[in-house]
């Protein structure tokens, strides 16, 4: 079959994973078939496995990819005060998230459709995410600056609050992104006792 007019390595593999991130956020991975993928990249469907092995491979490479870029982009002042660092902390998560909400909504609801090997390979990265987040939380009770009875189920449920702003914003709604982040700042703070 002769490729598609305009279909080259460095169009077609972007436009693959951008357009099958949308439709698997959109419909759900299990609902997604590679023909309906390679009919909104414009391609015919023995094209997409130029560009991966298959569905499996796809989503784990879509999942992982998120995780890096999220974790590369993450950076802490390990010298700052710990609420500083939080602010920071959920500043960036939530700004990240907004920015990324396909890649996020992939990361949190089909993890369910990822082998034991993919899975193992996100959960690992997805753990580093969550160290850092428990990390400064650890400290700052240990500085007296937070009251937290448990700071791996607090890192989990300030992950989940943080993320869950993903599933309703809206641009151009009633609040904008500072007065959100505003907000959530507010929100975890009493969600750590900040002292």
Request: glycine share 8%; charged share 25%; aromatic share 8%.
């Amino acid at each position: 079959m002769a490729r598609t007019t305009g279909s080259r390595a460095t169009i077609t593999g972007p436009l693959i994973r951008d357009k099958a991130r949308r439709l698997f956020a959109r419909q759900g991975y299990a609902a997604v078939s590679m023909r309906q993928i390679a009919a909104a990249v414009g391609v015919q469907a023995g094209t997409l496995y130029s560009y991966t092995p298959d569905k499996q491979a796809l989503l784990a490479d879509l999942l992982e990819s998120h995780m890096q870029d999220l974790l590369a982009a993450w950076s802490d002042d390990a010298e700052a005060d710990p609420l500083a660092r939080l602010e920071r902390f959920v500043r960036f998560h939530i700004a990240f998230s907004l920015d990324h909400s396909d890649a996020v909504f992939l990361s949190y609801m089909e993890l369910r459709n990822l082998t034991p090997e993919n899975f193992a390979r996100i959960a690992d990265l997805r753990g580093r995410y969550e160290a850092a987040l428990e990390a400064i939380l650890r400290e700052g009770v240990a500085a007296g600056r937070m009251r937290i009875e448990d700071p791996k189920l607090t890192t989990l449920a300030l992950i989940a609050m943080l993320t869950g702003v993903t599933n309703w914003y809206r641009e151009g709604g009633r609040l904008d992104r500072a007065r959100i982040a505003q907000i959530y700042w507010g929100l975890a703070q009493g969600a750590v006792g900040a002292a």
